[in-house]
């Protein structure tokens, strides 16, 4: 089934009251029109993300918890979203990078990339953008197709590379990096194509992922 204007509404209401007991008289709503829907988007994207990379491990189950962490959030219980990453390796801080999907009281976000990349990881990317390596090429040509995507990541305050291009700039300056597509459009969030979107885009933004991971396993 597809995610319905009940499973934003419950998002954004469960985050409102902020309450252990409210969560527990409507968590069947949760699992019927958060979880349930989640749980099968990644079930149907998940062909597309094992062409794209056999060695990513597909499991539902591993959705991200509703609920906070306490130590580092002392003053709220409930996040207002939820998500899930396709990669290979489950820890988010340096951790490889992946394909991801995220629900929320505001709509939805997918995208590649990486959730916070070493400072290794970029400079052995930075490495493969400046020798002009096909990987990139094929990356770069493949952004620049993307449509209603926006690459985000920190950039330095000052340019590292004020001698290069300003296309090449917006990739060799950032501190982390990936790509979004982030909507609150009901016709897109309500769809019962939204999975085929999801893998289609994943698709086409296979050749950064095969960039990034190209970048892994270049010595340090």
């Known amino acids: ?5 009940l499973s934003v509404d419950f998002l954004f209401e469960n985050r409102l009251h902020d309450s252990r007991d409210w969560f527990k008289d409507h968590k069947q709503i949760y699992a019927e029109q958060v979880t349930e829907p989640m749980k099968q988007l990644i079930l149907d994207v998940a062909p597309t993300i094992l062409k794209i990379d056999p060695l990513i491990e597909i499991n539902p189950a591993r ?3 509703i609920y906070r962490d306490m130590r580092l959030n002392p003053d709220s219980i409930f996040r207002d979203h939820i998500w899930y990453t396709f990669s290979r390796t489950r820890e988010q801080f340096h951790a490889l990078p992946g394909f991801y999907f995220s629900i929320g009281a505001g709509g939805i976000s997918y995208g590649c990339g990486y ?3 070493s400072a290794q990881s970029m400079q052995k990317l930075r490495r493969l953008i400046l020798a002009g390596d096909d990987k990139f ?3 770069f040509l493949a952004a ?3 449509k209603g995507f926006e690459m985000f990541g920190d950039l330095y305050k000052r340019s590292k590379f004020p001698d290069q291009p ?4 917006r990739w060799l300056d ?3 990096i990936g790509f979004s597509f982030d909507t609150g459009d009901p016709e897109i969030l309500f769809s019962e194509k939204l999975a085929q979107r999801v893998a289609r885009d994943f698709k086409k933004l296979a050749p950064f992922y095969e960039l990034c991971m190209k970048a892994e396993t270049l010595p340090e």
Do not use: H
């Open 174 to 176: 950032r501190k982390s």
């Open 166 to 169: 300003e296309e090449l700039r």
């Open 115 to 117: 959730y916070c990349a």
């Open 137 to 139: 090429k094929e990356a």
């Open 144 to 146: 620049d197709r993307l």
């Open 1 to 5: 089934m597809p995610f319905s204007q």
């Open 63 to 65: 959705i991200s918890r």
